[in-house]
């Protein structure tokens, strides 16, 4: 692999617009996603959804698109370098938004998801590529966590910012600020964000040597490991955001209040990964993740328990959600940068491998939950407990068995 990309044509951009720019791809999912949640409910009624269920779809689709498309894209990003990629992109995106907001009828906007989620996914691959052209270890999981920490203001603002709109307008309003949020992110990184990949470095698009790339990630315990763990602890987290609108609106009726309890909820992942980009260096990312884990399927379990002998209160769901949530603020950027970290050879494939089986995984694994929804929030407690557990066991493998450990291999 060629030298770092600061030594054959320094960025234009600096640390922390690294990170903002990062920070501002990854919010494009957290938008898609969390914006709608308001929404859900009156979009399904007007389009002709068949059930109440259904409108999770709207969700489900778009992030099972979105991992698919992570795996087309890997080659891509490889062959033709990180920023055409991620401009063509951010083009998608806007189009995807552009077509909901003409969506008259259910399927048609379905449709229109799935294709901004596969748009969206060449985002991912792209801004990752990105920064592990320029830094590994627990250097890019501080990197990744400070971008989250950042990014986390679409996921705690987007309902609130979603509901504000729907005060001033129909639902397609949503769809209508996210074009203009695509369109002024293309025109950033268009202006500040050069190729981070050295032109040596490029790839061909033969299909053995695609091929051979993700059987490598396949084969690498430590990268495929942590990704399927990644994807386990993530379902859960899909779970309850494409059955939120639900569990705040009709089973706890907390009405105008689902804003602000959807943002104490995502604030606790924020509160994690700033804490994690602290933190990080010293303990080192299996020690953390490790730890994490434990605390999540102990809380779960708990959670569990009580509400299943003494019944469930909104307070109780809260405090118990906040908690998981802020032990996935350290798994995520960890299992992430643990799994790409033995693949700086192997970026842009290793990127989509990470992204189609930790997406897709988890979208499917979340709608799976969302489908067992019946009114009360056992279910989404009980995927939790079950996809904690199944986590760890993989964990246990990825380690052979040993764990709360820093190797070598988990560079300063």
């Known amino acids: 692999m060629a030298a770092p990309a600061e030594t054959y044509g320094r960025p234009k951009m600096g640390h922390m617009e690294l990170v903002a720019i990062i920070a501002a791809v990854m919010a494009l999912n957290a938008l898609a996603i969390d914006m709608m949640l308001p929404a859900l409910g009156i979009i399904g009624d007007e389009l002709g959804a068949a059930e109440g269920n259904d409108r999770q779809r709207i969700i489900v689709y778009y992030v099972l698109a979105n991992g698919v498309g992570q795996l087309i894209f890997g080659p891509l990003v490889d062959r033709f370098g990180r920023r055409p990629v991620l401009i063509v992109s951010l083009i998608g995106y806007v189009v995807g938004s552009a077509l909901s907001i003409f969506a008259s009828t259910f399927s048609i906007l379905l449709a229109a998801r799935a294709f901004q989620g596969i748009a969206t996914a060449a985002a991912r691959v792209s801004a990752i590529a990105i920064v592990r052209d320029q830094c590994s270890g627990r250097k890019m999981a501080q990197v990744m966590s400070l971008a989250i920490t950042i990014f986390m203001a679409a996921p705690i603002l987007a309902p609130s910012f979603g509901q504000l709109i729907m005060f001033a307008a129909p639902w397609r309003g949503i769809f209508v600020a996210l074009l203009l949020y695509g369109l002024l992110l293309a025109m950033w990184i268009t202006i500040r964000v050069p190729e981070t990949m050295a032109a040596e470095d490029r790839k061909t698009l033969r299909p053995g040597p695609i091929i051979n790339a993700y059987f490598e990630f396949i084969r690498t315990r430590q990268s495929i490991g942590y990704t399927v763990a990644g994807a ?76 299943s002998t003494v019944g469930e209160t909104f307070l109780l769901f809260m405090i118990f959600t906040s908690v998981s949530f802020f032990c996935l603020g350290f798994i995520g950027p960890n299992a992430s940068a643990l799994a790409m970290d033995p693949m700086g050879h192997n970026a842009g494939p290793a990127a989509a491998a990470n992204g189609f089986f930790g997406t897709t995984g988890a979208g499917y694994l979340g709608g799976l939950i969302g489908s067992y929804y019946d009114g009360t929030t ?19 493998w990825t380690e052979k068995g040993r764990l709360f450990h820093a190797v070598s291999e988990d560079p300063q």
């Open 232 to 307: 386990m602890c993530f379902g859960a987290l899909f779970g309850y955001i494409s059955t939120s609108d639900q569990i705040f609106l009709e089973t706890f009726k907390i009405g105008g209040g689902f804003g602000p309890a959807f943002a104490v909820v995502a604030g606790a992942l924020g509160a994690a990964t700033l804490t994690n980009a602290r933190i990080v260096h010293r303990y080192g990312m299996r020690r953390i993740t490790h730890t994490a884990l434990l605390v999540f399927i102990i809380t779960n379990l708990l959670h569990l328990s009580i509400t």
């Open 378 to 396: 056992m279910p989404i407690i009980f995927g939790f407990c079950i996809l904690g557990v199944c986590a760890f066991a993989v964990i246990l």
